[in-house]
């Protein structure tokens, strides 16, 4: 507590220093903290960038099963173009293809709101059978424990191997799924579980005209 | 004095994160405190808070990179709480209370010993939080299936049930000897 005490300012006694010095002092330290800031953004920035395209690769994989190889595909005035490198603004989605060559689906990016904050998340869609294989959530701040398991649960998760699209994803109560277009909601996390729903909606209305008319190469 | 508790609540659910933010924590005070030390004479007394913050943001701001570059996945987890690491009263306290008065030497071997009970204080409620409310520890399940994890523990209330409890553990320490 000594410590605290003795700083209170003292300044009396000293004479005071000029503005310009108390200019310089905070100019020079803002200076070299810029400095040291730019030279940490540019070394880490590629680190970033190919840790989330990592992320990315990893999670298409993982909604596409038996997917070993994919062209990503931006839309462009209505109609699929091949894109190569970085990410040029445009909607993009990922075709994935098996050992054959035979493109198994599209990989499908969506983001919604969600309980806390948005729930990003990217999931597998077979548009011959209409029906999503499979959900990973890339990003999320849902409640520990409770709306964290819209990505823990593997009861929850298993909702999305085989669901239909048609004619609209929807959220029952758990353990009433009937249809092969519904989602088990879990039991204390309903706002997650209806932002992983509408997600998929998203999703689905965003993309679903343009893939379905994609012939299978 | 239970300085510097701030970020405790929001990342202490999991051993791991608590590590991680104990650790950030202490890196950040490490650079901050010597850097005032070392500057100590140069930083005039009307602008010298100012100038800290600068110093600590500097430095917070550098960890919050490297973590999202290294280590994806904890970056993560402690989210916005990175950043918040400039407003811990523990960092700018030992920098007005201690750095700014004392040699570079001192300041350091201070900052350090601050940063590692800081780390074990965090850790020690990521600890009986993870075990309480996921029923793992380090990730590592302790129990079996039939372990039923109190979900408050992981939630904000469980921080500040777990460290009143520390505290109480404590201060009855304390009392006896």
């Known amino acids: ?217 | 004095m239970v300085l510097g508790m701030c970020p405790t609540m929001a990342v202490t659910n999991t051993a791991i994160n608590s590590l991680a933010m104990g650790m950030s924590t202490l890196v950040v005070l490490l650079g901050s405190s010597t850097l005032v030390s070392l500057f100590r004479k140069a930083i005039p007394e009307q602008v010298r808070i100012t100038t800290y913050i600068v110093i600590i943001a500097t430095f917070v701001t550098v960890i919050d990179f490297l973590l999202a570059a290294l280590v994806p996945g904890v970056h993560k987890e402690l989210g916005a709480f990175i950043p918040l690491i400039v407003v811990n009263c523990l960092i700018l306290g030992r920098a007005e209370a201690f750095a700014s008065r004392q040699r570079a030497g001192l300041a350091f071997i201070d900052a350090l010993g601050m940063g590692i009970g800081f780390t074990f204080a965090l850790l020690a409620i990521g600890i009986i939080r993870e075990v309480l409310g996921s029923g793992t520890l380090f990730t590592i399940p302790l129990f079996g299936k039939g372990f039923e994890p109190w979900v408050i523990m992981v939630l904000p209330p469980g921080g500040f049930l777990t460290l009143g409890f520390l505290l109480l553990g404590f201060n009855r320490l304390r009392k006896k000897t």
């Open chain 1, 1 to 217: 507590m000594e410590d605290q005490q003795n700083s209170i300012p003292v300044t009396g006694g000293k004479p005071e220093p000029s503005s310009f010095r108390l200019v310089a002092t905070l100019g020079v330290a803002g200076l070299v903290s810029g400095f040291f800031l730019v030279g940490a953004y540019l070394y880490t920035l590629p680190l970033i960038q190919a840790a989330k395209a990592r992320a990315l690769e990893a999670a298409i994989y993982e909604v596409l099963p038996g997917c070993v190889r994919f062209d990503a595909y931006d839309l462009k005035s209505g109609a699929l173009v091949k894109a190569e490198g970085a990410a040029t603004g445009l909607p993009r989605v990922f075709a994935g293809y098996d050992k054959e060559g035979t493109r198994i689906g599209f990989a499908i990016q969506s983001a919604v709101p969600g309980f806390q904050d948005v729930v990003a998340g990217i999931f597998g869609y077979v548009p011959e059978t209409k029906t999503i294989v499979g959900l990973k959530i890339l990003e999320s701040k849902e409640t520990p424990g409770l709306g964290d398991k819209i990505f823990k649960d593997e009861a929850f998760k298993g909702n999305f191997v085989k669901l239909a699209v048609e004619p609209e994803i929807v959220l029952v109560k758990k353990g009433e799924k009937a249809n092969p277009n519904e989602v088990d909601a879990i039991t204390g996390a309903t706002i997650s579980s209806r932002a992983v729903v509408s997600l998929l909606n998203t999703g689905m209305k965003d993309w679903k005209g343009t893939l379905d008319k994609e012939k299978k190469k």
